[in-house]
């Protein structure tokens, strides 16, 4: 049986998991109400992307007995373009801290992109975001990334990157 289990705060990566499940007829279940993992044998993980986290995903695959038996696809939601690989990299060291080895091993990771509106953030994500570009701003330009560019292009705006035909990759692996 297959799972998809989303981790999202602003509804982002909801909006991917509920689309994903439309197209694939596969039940989204927010992974604070996901009690047994360990009885589906495909688990696809839909997670949005906080200071380099994955919301939900550790305490999600914590749980996991035995992880051979089983297909892991992990995809996650942020604002960092995933067309550039310095990106995807920071990304994929970060999960990789966050997973044993085994479920890292065994998981097969996508990229997708998100969206942000400043106006709707709670004052302990605000403040973070504040900081992060305070900090991105006193960069010199040889020292900023394209994740550092992305944070101070869209700083205050509402900006929204969902495209739901980057769900495709994510359908042809889980055949
Ligand atoms: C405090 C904070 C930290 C964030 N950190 C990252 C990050 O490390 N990498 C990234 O690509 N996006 C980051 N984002 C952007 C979110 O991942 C993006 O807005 C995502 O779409 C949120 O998903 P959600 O609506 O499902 O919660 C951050 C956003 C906030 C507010």
Do not use: W
């Not at 200071?51 to 297909?71: E, Q, Y």
């Not at 709670?122 to 504040?130: E, F, N, S, V, W």
């Amino acid at each position: 049986m297959k799972i998809i289990i989303y981790g999202s705060q602003y509804g982002t990566a909801k909006e991917y998991a509920q689309e994903l499940s439309i197209k694939t007829g596969i039940k989204a279940m927010d992974y604070r109400d996901m009690l047994d993992v360990n009885s589906y044998d495909v688990v696809i993980y839909i997670g949005a992307l906080y200071a380099g986290g994955v919301l939900g995903m550790k305490r999600t695959f914590n749980k996991i007995t035995d992880v051979t038996a089983k297909k892991i696809i992990i995809a996650t939601v942020g604002l960092a373009n995933p067309c550039d690989k310095s990106n995807t990299d920071t990304i994929k060291k970060n999960i990789k801290r966050q997973l044993s080895d085994d479920v890292y091993e065994n998981a097969h990771i996508h990229f997708l992109r998100g969206a942000i509106d400043y106006s709707k953030l709670g004052l302990k994500h605000k403040t973070m975001m504040a900081l992060l570009y305070r900090k991105a701003k006193r960069l010199k330009d040889d020292e900023k990334t394209a994740e550092v560019n992305a944070l101070i292009e869209t700083y205050g705006k509402k900006v929204n990157f969902i495209d739901f035909d980057a769900l495709n990759p994510i359908i042809d692996e889980m055949e």
